[in-house]
């Protein structure tokens, strides 16, 4: 079993469906409203624990309801909660999401993540030192990105960055990261010639599947077919599943297959984490685009 270390935000997601989306100065009738636990690191560490890694979070949560839940849902998740503390200071990290016209958009408020510190991420060193690949998204200071791939470049630990929600990110990250997943509109602002990032920098393209450039010729890897319910959550599945195979040994383009199958799966189901796929969902599923 792989070990897989995730350092990042855990949030409790607040979900509002509508069927459509208000306009400014706009009050409109919504469908339903529900609270389940979120945040891009909780999600990485609770789809990469249901492909079958052993995973540590590495996070803050506020001494609060929705930490407690945060919590217990590691926990019923088998995910390793050695290295998630609960601080005093400030609520737990909530994510305001409206699902509308078969996609998202959200509101992130960081709250308990801002603690997610350098001095904090060095009490998991042990275990850092230890993995086989780790996570870093965006949700926490930017210090303590840049502290981590500071961290597992010594180390020798392959870094994964999902470079999400898009902010500046330093040329030396850029350099120290092994992997980095921007969506289409990351990538514009931060990665516009691929060219320049040979099997490094993974454009995903939604139902269009990833791009990269593989030092030759940008290949393009498909897509599967699905009827969508709720894309939240899709791209923190695609980035834990792309982990998973590559800590296993797997090839570049068959590690993007399985992250792309596990990815097109959760959309079918509500929620970020609801929709998340086991191992054995993943293998099954075969048939791309």
């Given at each position: 079993?792989?070990?897989?270390?995730?350092?990042?935000?855990s949030?409790?997601?607040?979900?509002?469906?509508?069927?459509?989306?208000?306009?400014?100065?706009?009050?409109?009738?919504g469908?339903?409203?529900?609270?389940?636990?979120?945040?891009?690191?909780?999600?990485?560490?609770?789809?990469?624990?249901?492909?079958?890694?052993?995973?540590?979070?590495?996070?803050?949560?506020?001494?609060?309801?929705?930490?407690?839940?945060i919590?217990e849902?590691?926990?019923?998740?088998?995910?390793?909660?050695?290295?998630?503390?609960?601080?005093t200071?400030?609520?737990?990290?909530?994510?305001?999401?409206?699902?509308?016209?078969?996609?998202?958009?959200?509101?992130?408020?960081?709250g308990?993540n801002?603690?997610?510190?350098?001095?904090?991420?060095?009490?998991?060193?042990?275990?850092?030192?230890?993995?086989?690949?780790?996570?870093?998204q965006?949700?926490?200071?930017?210090?303590?990105?840049?502290?981590?791939?500071?961290?597992?470049?010594?180390?020798?630990?392959?870094?994964?960055?999902?470079?999400?929600?898009?902010?500046?990110i330093?040329?030396?990250?850029?350099?120290?990261?092994?992997?980095?997943?921007?969506?289409?509109?990351?990538a514009a602002?931060?990665?516009?010639?691929?060219?320049?990032?040979?099997?490094k920098?993974?454009?995903?393209?939604?139902?269009?599947?990833?791009?990269?450039?593989?030092?030759?010729?940008?290949?393009?890897?498909?897509s599967?077919l699905?009827?969508?319910?709720?894309?939240?959550?899709?791209?923190?599945?695609?980035?834990?599943?792309?982990?998973?195979?590559?800590?296993?040994?797997?090839?570049?383009?068959e590690?993007?297959?399985?992250?792309?199958?596990?990815?097109?799966?959760?959309?079918?189901?509500?929620?970020?984490?609801?929709?998340?796929?086991?191992?054995?969902?993943?293998?099954?599923?075969?048939?791309?685009?």
């Amino acid at each position: 079993m792989v070990k897989i270390t995730v350092i990042g935000s855990s949030s409790m997601d607040l979900v509002v469906t509508a069927t459509k989306r208000p306009n400014k100065g706009e009050t409109i009738l919504g469908e339903s409203f529900k609270t389940v636990p979120g945040g891009k690191g909780a999600n990485q560490a609770v789809a990469a624990a249901r492909l079958g890694a052993d995973v540590y979070m590495v996070g803050c949560i506020g001494m609060d309801a929705f930490g407690e839940t945060i919590l217990e849902n590691f926990k019923n998740n088998r995910v390793h909660t050695d290295y998630v503390e609960a601080v005093t200071q400030v609520e737990t990290g909530t994510a305001h999401i409206t699902l509308a016209n078969g996609d998202n958009s959200i509101i992130v408020v960081k709250g308990a993540n801002n603690f997610v510190t350098p001095a904090f991420v060095d009490r998991a060193i042990h275990v850092i030192r230890q993995s086989n690949i780790v996570l870093v998204q965006q949700e926490i200071p930017e210090e303590t990105v840049e502290y981590v791939s500071e961290l597992c470049a010594i180390n020798d630990v392959p870094l994964l960055l999902n470079p999400a929600p898009a902010r500046p990110i330093s040329k030396n990250v850029i350099e120290k990261a092994t992997y980095i997943t921007p969506n289409e509109i990351e990538a514009a602002a931060f990665f516009t010639n691929i060219h320049n990032y040979p099997n490094k920098v993974f454009v995903t393209e939604g139902e269009n599947g990833v791009r990269y450039f593989d030092g030759e010729k940008e290949v393009v890897v498909p897509s599967y077919l699905v009827e969508p319910v709720d894309t939240t959550g899709a791209g923190d599945t695609f980035n834990a599943a792309f982990a998973v195979a590559l800590a296993e040994g797997k090839e570049l383009k068959e590690s993007l297959q399985f992250a792309n199958r596990a990815a097109s799966l959760s959309v079918t189901k509500f929620g970020a984490q609801g929709g998340m796929p086991t191992r054995v969902e993943v293998e099954e599923k075969r048939h791309p685009l």
